[in-house]
C-alpha cells in the first residue's frame, strides 16, 4: 500500500510540474509557437507566434493627402491596398515633407492636384539621394517634369479606355483592348525623356511609367482610373517595383459560391436544354450540371457554398409546410449531394425579393416588389429557415447574400434579429450604390457585432478580358478568389452570352486553369472557413524588417501557412527550394517576384546577387 501511495504521490506531482510549465509557456507566449491552435477542424486554419532576433530597418511608404478630391480618393484607395496586403504605411503632413532624409526603404506617395503646395526643391533632394517617389495619380505641373521623366507635356486628354502592359507587374494580368469600359483614364499628353521606361499604356498614351533621378527612382501613374477598387492589385504592385525589396502578404483563400442552390427547380421545359441534351430541365440539373459541376470542383480545387431559395414567388403567402413540400427534391437531392462533397449551405432568401423598403435604394429595372417593413421581412426569414432546418437539423445558416446583391439597413437588421448563427454578409467587391447595390469592404459591420463583411469580387461563366483582370487585381493585391455563378444562367440567352451549357464549362475550365496556373497556393473554402481565416489574417501582425543582405520576417498570430510576395530588384535574386522556414517558388515570366511560403512564425531570406 505504501508503495502504491508514493507511485501516486510520484504520477500526481509528474503532471502538476507539466502543469506549471503549460501556465509558463502560455504566460511567455511560447505554447502557440511550439503547438499552432487549431481553432476548429472546420476552419482549418493554425495560429503562429514567434520571435527571432530581427535586424534591418522597415520599408516606410509615407502617404500624403491633399485637399483634392483625387488625392483623397487615390489615398483611400492605396490605403485598403495596403492593409490587404498587411504592408506598413504612415500618414506625412505637408510641413513634414521637407524633412524626409533619403533611404532606398522609403517611398513618398503624392496624387492629385496642388503640386504647388509641395516642396518641390526638397522632394528632389529625397529622391537624388536615393528616396523613391510613387505618384499614384497625375498631376500637370512642368516645373516637376525632370524628376518625373516628362520631356514635354501638352495639355490633358480624356476618355482614354483599356490598358496595355509593356512591362509585366503580375503574370496574371489581361491587356484590356481600348473597346473596354472598365478604364476610362484622364491622363497628361506626354513626351517622356529617354531614361523613362513605360510599363503600360492607354491607345498609345503612356498611363505608366517609372524613372530614376539620382540615386533614387519614380514611378508616375498618369491616369485618374487608380482611384477604382479594380487598381488596387496594380498600384501595390506597381509600387513595389521602387524599393531594393518589399515583401506584401496574401490571404490566400478561394471562395465559390453558387447562388439559388438549392432552389425550387423550373417547372417550364427549356428549348436551350433541350436543343443540347433532349433532356428536362431536372434531369439537365440532376445528370449534366451538378456532375459537371462537382467534377470541375475536383479538377481545379474548388469549395461550393450553395445558396438555397425557398420560392420564387414575390409574395410571403406560402406557410412553412408549403416551403417544405415544394423544395423536397432539391433539398433532399442537391442539398445533400452539396453538404456530402464537402460544400455548405447559406441563405439566398425567403423569395429573390431584395430586402429593401420602398423608400430604400432598389434597381427599378428588376422589377422586385419591396418589402412593407422590418417585421414582415423577419417572418419570411423565419419561415425559410424552418424550412431548412426540417431537411437539415443539424446545420447552421451561418453566410446571407443578397438576391442580386441588393441590400439595405432595414434587411441588414432583420437578419439579425432571426438568423442566430449569422456571421457573414456576402455583397459585392463593386458596384452600383445608387441602385442599392450592396457594396463591402473586408470588415466587421460598424454596428452589428460579430457580422462580417466578405465581398464577392467576380460573377458568371463568361470568361472574357475584364473578368480576368478583375480577378487578377484582387488576387495580385491580397490572394483573394470570390466568385459566384447561377445554376440558371444556361436558361438565359443574356446571362449566358449565347453560349450552351457546353461552351460555358468550357469558360470555367478557363477559369480554373487560370487558378491552377498563377494562384495554386489560394485555399479552397467554404464561406464560413473563408471568413474565420480572413479574419484572423487582419488581425494578425507581420513584422518585416530588410538589409542589403537579407530580409526577416516575424508574425504574431498568423495563419498555417502564411502566403508571401516578395520583389527584389533587377540583379538580385532569392534561392528557389526548400528552407527552414518554408518553401520560396519564382514567379512565372515576372522579373525578380517570389511566392514564400512560410510554415514558421519567422524567417530570414537572404537576398543573393550584387549588393551594389
Avoid: C
Amino acid at each position: 500500500m505504501k508503495k502504491q501511495a508514493v507511485q501516486t504521490v510520484i504520477i500526481l506531482g509528474m503532471f502538476l510540474m507539466m502543469f506549471i510549465l503549460l501556465l509558463q509557456l502560455i504566460r511567455l507566449d511560447k505554447f502557440h509557437q511550439w503547438f499552432p491552435y487549431v481553432s476548429s477542424a472546420e476552419q482549418d486554419v493554425e495560429t503562429m507566434t514567434g520571435e527571432m532576433d530581427v535586424q534591418g530597418e522597415p520599408l516606410t511608404i509615407y502617404l500624403h493627402e491633399n485637399d483634392s478630391d483625387l488625392s483623397r480618393s487615390l489615398i483611400e484607395n492605396l490605403t485598403y491596398s495596403l492593409d490587404y496586403a498587411k504592408v506598413e504605411y504612415e500618414e506625412i503632413e505637408r510641413d513634414q515633407l521637407a524633412e524626409l532624409s533619403p533611404s532606398r526603404h522609403k517611398v513618398l506617395v503624392l496624387a492629385g492636384e496642388h503640386s504647388g503646395e509641395w516642396p518641390r526643391s526638397d522632394i528632389e533632394r529625397f529622391v537624388e539621394g536615393g528616396g523613391n517617389l510613387f505618384v499614384g495619380a497625375r498631376f500637370l505641373d512642368p516645373s516637376w517634369n525632370s524628376l518625373v521623366g516628362i520631356e514635354q507635356s501638352n495639355g490633358f486628354t480624356d476618355a482614354l479606355h483599356g490598358m496595355q502592359f509593356k512591362e509585366v507587374l503580375h503574370p496574371a494580368y489581361p491587356n484590356i483592348g481600348p473597346e473596354s469600359r472598365l478604364f476610362t483614364h484622364s491622363s497628361i499628353d506626354v513626351v517622356l525623356n529617354d531614361a523613362a521606361k513605360v510599363l503600360a499604356e492607354a491607345e498609345g498614351t503612356p498611363v505608366l511609367w517609372s524613372h530614376s533621378y539620382g540615386e533614387g527612382n519614380v514611378m508616375f501613374w498618369n491616369t485618374t482610373a487608380v482611384v477604382d477598387k479594380n487598381t488596387r492589385g496594380l498600384l501595390l504592385r506597381s509600387l513595389a517595383q521602387l524599393p531594393p525589396v518589399m515583401v506584401s502578404a496574401q490571404a490566400a483563400i478561394k471562395v465559390m459560391h453558387i447562388d439559388d442552390f438549392p432552389a425550387p427547380l423550373p417547372f417550364e421545359t427549356s428549348d436551350i436544354i433541350q436543343q443540347e441534351f433532349d433532356l428536362s430541365t431536372k434531369d439537365f440539373y440532376t445528370d449534366i450540371w451538378w456532375e459537371d459541376m462537382k467534377n470541375l470542383a475536383e479538377s481545379y480545387d474548388l469549395a461550393y457554398t450553395g445558396y438555397l431559395i425557398g420560392t420564387y414567388r414575390d409574395d410571403t403567402q406560402l406557410v412553412g409546410e408549403g416551403l417544405v413540400t415544394r423544395n423536397r427534391y432539391p433539398m433532399l437531392f442537391f442539398g445533400r449531394s452539396l453538404l456530402s462533397f464537402g460544400g455548405e449551405i447559406g441563405l439566398h432568401g425567403y423569395n429573390h425579393q431584395s430586402l429593401v423598403t420602398g423608400d430604400e435604394p432598389l434597381d427599378p429595372e428588376l422589377g422586385y416588389v419591396p418589402w412593407e417593413d422590418q417585421e414582415q421581412m423577419a417572418r419570411s426569414i423565419e419561415e425559410v429557415q424552418e424550412m431548412f432546418h426540417y431537411y437539415f437539423p443539424q446545420e447552421r445558416l451561418t453566410t446571407y447574400v443578397p438576391p442580386s446583391n441588393i441590400l439595405n439597413e432595414t434587411g441588414k437588421h432583420a437578419l439579425a434579429e432571426t438568423l442566430p448563427h449569422l456571421t457573414t454578409i456576402a455583397g459585392l467587391y463593386t458596384g452600383n450604390e445608387e441602385l442599392g447595390s450592396y457594396v463591402q469592404e473586408y470588415e466587421f459591420d460598424e454596428e452589428l457585432e460579430g457580422l462580417y463583411h466578405f465581398p464577392r469580387i467576380s460573377s458568371g461563366y463568361v470568361e472574357g478580358e475584364v473578368q480576368k483582370f478583375v480577378q487578377a487585381d484582387a488576387l495580385a493585391n491580397f490572394g483573394m478568389f470570390a466568385h459566384f455563378v447561377h445554376p440558371d444562367d444556361v436558361m438565359d440567352p443574356y446571362r449566358s452570352n449565347g453560349m450552351t451549357w457546353s461552351e460555358m464549362r468550357g469558360q470555367l475550365t478557363t477559369m480554373g486553369e487560370f487558378l491552377s496556373r498563377h494562384f495554386s497556393y489560394t485555399e479552397p473554402l467554404v464561406q464560413s472557413s473563408a471568413t474565420k481565416k480572413m479574419i484572423q489574417y487582419q488581425e494578425s501582425d507581420l513584422k518585416v524588417r530588410y538589409t542589403d543582405e537579407a530580409v526577416f520576417i516575424e508574425g504574431q498570430g498568423i495563419v498555417d501557412p502564411t502566403v508571401l510576395y516578395v520583389k527584389v530588384e533587377k540583379g538580385k535574386y532569392l534561392l528557389a527550394g526548400e528552407h527552414s522556414f518554408g518553401r520560396i517558388q519564382k514567379v512565372e515570366d515576372a522579373e525578380g517576384l517570389y511566392l514564400v511560403t512560410m510554415t514558421s512564425p519567422t524567417a530570414k531570406i537572404e537576398i543573393k546577387g550584387d549588393l551594389s
